[in-house]
C-alpha cells in the first residue's frame, strides 16, 4: 500500500467518526450546522498526524481515535470563529456557518464544538489523560492568543518578521505540535520521544504556513483552489511581506510600504508586488524556510525508533514541499 | 460570624483568585478584556456553591478553590457570548465587551475564557479530576444547547411551559449543578451525596431563573438594578407569560397572544401585562414554584452529613427567596 492510500485510510476513520459525534443530539438549530462544518471536505492533517504519533511510539492508532477526532474538532472550531472575525463568505469550497445561517449561530456553532471536542477528547482511555487534557487546553490557548496576534497585526504598520514567526507558531504551530504531543503520549512514549514529537509538529506547523504565504504568491486560481494574491490584495502582513520590506529599496520599498500602510492594495499590484517578491529573492527564501523546518521536523523523528508509521511521517513531511493548495 | 459576612469572605476568595488568572498575559488585546470582564462585579454564586458543596462533604474549601474559579470562569464566558447574541449594551452595570470593544473581540475572549477555564479547572488536585472534567464539560455542552433552545424559543409562537422548563435547567440549572457536583467530587462525597448536591443544583438553579422571571414583572428598577418590564417588551417567553396565556381568557387572551405574535409590546402595556398576571394568580403560581423548587433543594440537602457547610447551603437556598437583584 502507498503512502497516499495510507493516508487516505487514516483519514477515512477520522472522518467517520467526525459524522458520528453529532449523531441523535438536539436542537437542530445548533447541530445541523455542527453536522455540515464537521462532515465538510477537509485534509485532516492534524488527527492523522495524532494516529501516526500514537503508532510511531508504539501505541496502537485506534487508541488515538477519540484524541484525533478531538483535535480535528478544536481546529474546526477555530475555522468558525475566524471566519466570523475575518467575516470569510466561504470555507472550503462551500459558505462558512455564518453566511449560511447567521453569526449567532456561528458563534454558538464553535463555543459548542469546543464543548464536544472535550467530551470526545475524554473518551480517551489513557492513564496520562491529565497530561493529555494540559496539553490540548494550553493548545487552545496559544491559539486564541496567536489570534489575538493575527488581529493586532492587521492594524499595525511595523509589525517584525519575528513577531511573525510567534505569531503563527501559536495560531498554527501550537495545535499541530499538541496534536503530535498528544499522540506520543498516548502512544506510551517516553519523555525524549514525546518531545521530538512536539518539536516536529511545531516545525510542520510553521512550514505549512509560511508555504500558505508562498502559495498565494505562486500558485495559479485552479491548483490553489481558491483566489491567489488575496494577502497582496489585503495587505496581510505575510513571511513573504515581510521579508520583502526588509530588503526593498526606492520604488519597490514605497509599493510595499503603501500596501502595508493602506491595509492592502488594488489586485493590479498584486503582479508588480509578486514581481519585486521574484526579483529580491523572496520566494527562494520562502522556499527555503519551508525546507528548513521540514528537514528540522525530519531530523526530530529520526529521534524515534523506525517504524511504518514514522516512514509516514517523514513521507507526509516531504509532501508539505509538494503541496500546491 | 453571620451567614452574610461568611458568604463574603467565600466570594472574596474567588474574586482574588480571578484577579490573579491573567496576571502576566500577553496580549493585551485580548487580555485587557478578559480582566476587565472577570474582575467586575459578580455574585459569584457559582463558585461559592462549588466551595460548600465541597466542605459539606468533608473536604476543604482550599481544595476546590480552582474549580470553584472554573466554575465562574465558565459562566463568564456564557455572558460574553450571550450579551454578543443579544445585541446587550451593559452587563452588571458596565458596558458589554462588544459594546466597549467589538464583537470580534468579544468572540475571541470568551473562547480564551472557555480555555483558561479548563486550565484553571485542571490545577485541581484530585484522584477524580477526569470525573470533575467530565461533569464540567457536559456543563458547557447543556449550557450551549440550552442556548440555542432559547434562541429557537425567541422565533417560535407555540413554546408550551415543559419546553421553557427543560430550557432553563440547561441554559441555567446545568452549570449551577456541575458547581455543585464538582464541589461534593473534590471534597471526596460518596455517590449518594454527590447526587443530592447535584440534585440541590439543579433545583437552585431552576428557582433562581423563574425568580430572575418574576422580578422582571414585580421588582422596581430601583431595587431590581436595571429596568423592569423588559422580559413584556421582548415577548419573552418567561414562567410567567406561558402560564398566563395558558389561564387567560378573552381581551387578556388576546393581549397576551399578541405579546408573543409580534415578539414583544410597547412599554405603555407593561402595566396592563403586569395586571393580568396579578388577577389570574400567576404572580402567586410563580412565587409558589420558587418555593417549591427550594424546598426541593432543601430536601437534597438534608441527605448530607449535618455541617456549618450544609447551614450556609440552607441559609443560600432560602436567601434566593428574598432576593431582589
Redesign the interface.
Known sequence: MNFSTQYNKYKNIIDKRLSQVTIY???N??YFPIKYILEGTGKRIRPVITMLACESVCGKNNKSIFAATAVEMLHT?TLV?DD??DNSSTRRGRKTVHKKWD??TA??V???I???S??EL?KTSSKN??SI??VF??G??KV??G???D??FELRKNVILPEYIKMIDMKTGSMVSSAAEIGGIIGGGNSKEILALRKFGESIGRAFQIQDDLLDAISTKKTFGKEVGNDIISGKKTFLLLHAIKKAKGKDYQLLKSVINKNGTSGKNINKVKEIYKRLGIIEIALKAVKNEISIACRHLNKLPASKSREMLFWFASTLLQRKF
Chains 1, 2 share one sequence.
Do not use: W
Request: glycine share 2%; aromatic share 6%; net charge neutral.
Open positions: 443530539r438536539k436542537p438549530s445548533v472550531f470563529h466570523v472575525m453569526v449567532n458563534i454558538l464553535g463555543d459548542e469546543i464543548a464536544l472535550y467530551k475524554l489523560i491529565e487534557l494540559k487546553t494550553n487552545i490557548v486564541c492568543e489570534q489575538a496576534l488581529k493586532e
